[in-house]
């Protein structure tokens, strides 16, 4: 593929907002986990159950979803990207629950590092932004207060999101520089663009 000039500048615009809007939702993240515990009654633990179980179930899927409405003859090829990302970083998350065998906060069950909530959700993100990046403060919005819902729940510490998110976020990004995906790669086709880990002359 040619790289005209206007092409390089978008590509390196491209990372840039996205790392700004990583950047942003973190710290966001970090100052929201100094919050105490809501109450059982009251509406941030409400909001923070539904962010937790039902919003997450339509986060997700409306970043596998939402592709196959919008992105035309792509949305296909798309779709299975951002279902790739998200399936080899859990696939990766499973893997290192059972490795580390850390015990949960509000139970004795041995799973709670790395989040799997903010691995899925931060790899969706991702992946969405990459494909689309004047919306990527929306997705890692999004991603972030899922993550902080874990935390504000007890169902996670602090490390254990952030551990997710980082997997989440590195998965996503090999996946989308990787030509043909990773675990999906017999289903995904090539694309035209380049995503993820590309680095233009301008970055150098």
Known sequence: MIYTPALIK???SGPRRTALATGLCFVFSWSAFSVPAARADSP???AS??????????????????PLLSDGSNGRNHALRVADSIGTSVILSEGLKNLFHEKRPDSNAHDS?????ATAAFAAATAESSLHPKQ?????????LISYSRVRLHRHYERDVAAGALI?????????????GLILSPVIEPDSRRYGLQVSSSWR
């Open 10 to 12: 978008r590509s390196a």
């Open 136 to 144: 990527a403060p929306y997705w890692y919005l999004g991603a972030t």
């Open 113 to 117: 590092f790395p989040s799997g909530h």
């Open 44 to 46: 941030a633990r409400r």
């Open 49 to 66: 159950n539904f962010a937790s179980d039902s919003g997450n179930i339509l986060y997700l899927a409306a970043a596998v979803g939402l």
């Open 168 to 180: 989440g976020y590195g998965t996503a990004r090999l996946e989308m520089s990787a030509p043909r």
